[in-house]
């Protein structure tokens, strides 16, 4: 199958600091990557969908400048969490899909804010 | 409201046997249907698609459409200890990016 990676795997900030998170197609072109979050024992939440030099499409809720997202190429995708708190703290996954077919997930990246 | 039920267990079913994961889907415009699995503090990993009604096979895993009743299923025949993980139920409408999940169906295999 397809393969998503993410970086980093964990990261742990201060409240207050800013989180950027990769998210990379290694072997096709992702033409519309997605951000989900995942608490303890839930189930994943979509936050954003972004395609390739679009603005992103965030879900109702998703804070959009919290949350920035960009996808400026075909291949990779960042998610910054600006200025950080204890509640954003989370797993979050990124999915990709080639021209609208089956989402690959990457990882996930567990974050921490302290 | 486009919504994916499943039952969130915990499911147990003795190593050997055949495990089977049900999910229902409220929107009939339901065109794509997937399963994921999830273990524990990890990312979903998709196991099988299926887009037609009837089943389709891979290896150890069924997965079976029924658009008429709504009713999309995983089996998992001969299973092992390490099929244990939490099972995503997941649905795309025609022209809609976006995945409808499933709260999870928590499968244990026990030895």
């Known amino acids: 199958g397809a393969v998503v990676s993410q970086h980093p795997s964990w990261v742990i900030c201060k409240s207050g600091t800013s989180v950027k998170i990769e998210c990379r197609s290694l072997?096709?072109?992702?033409?519309?990557m997605f951000w989900y979050r995942q608490f303890p024992k839930q189930s994943l939440m979509l936050m954003a969908t972004?395609?390739?030099?679009?603005?992103?499409?965030?879900e109702q809720g998703v804070e959009k400048d919290k949350f920035l997202i960009n996808h400026a190429s075909l291949t990779l995708s960042t998610l910054t969490v600006t200025s950080a708190h204890p509640e954003d703290s989370s797993f979050y996954i990124c999915?990709?899909?080639?021209?609208?077919?089956?989402?690959?997930f990457g990882p996930g990246t567990r974050l921490t804010v302290t | 409201q486009k919504e994916v039920e499943q039952n969130s267990g915990p499911l147990s079913v003795p190593e050997g046997a055949i495990a089977s994961l049900n999910c229902t889907y409220s929107?009939?415009?339901?065109?794509?249907f997937f399963w994921y699995r999830q273990y524990s503090g990890k990312s979903p990993e998709l196991i099988m698609f299926?887009?037609?009604?009837g089943d389709k096979e891979d290896g150890r895993f069924t997965a079976q459409l029924n658009k008429a009743s709504q009713y999309v299923s995983l089996l998992i025949r001969d299973s092992q200890p390490s099929d244990s993980a939490t099972y995503l139920c997941?649905?795309?409408?025609?022209?809609?990016?976006?995945?409808?999940f499933g709260t999870g169906t928590r499968l244990t295999i026990i030895p």
């Open positions: 999915s990709a899909s080639e021209l609208n077919y089956e989402q690959y």
């Open positions: 072997d096709f072109q992702a033409t519309t």
């Open positions: 972004s395609n390739e030099g679009s603005k992103a499409t965030y």
């Open positions: 929107d009939r415009g339901s065109q794509s």
């Open positions: 299926i887009y037609s009604n």
């Open positions: 997941a649905v795309k409408s025609f022209g809609n990016e976006k995945l409808t």
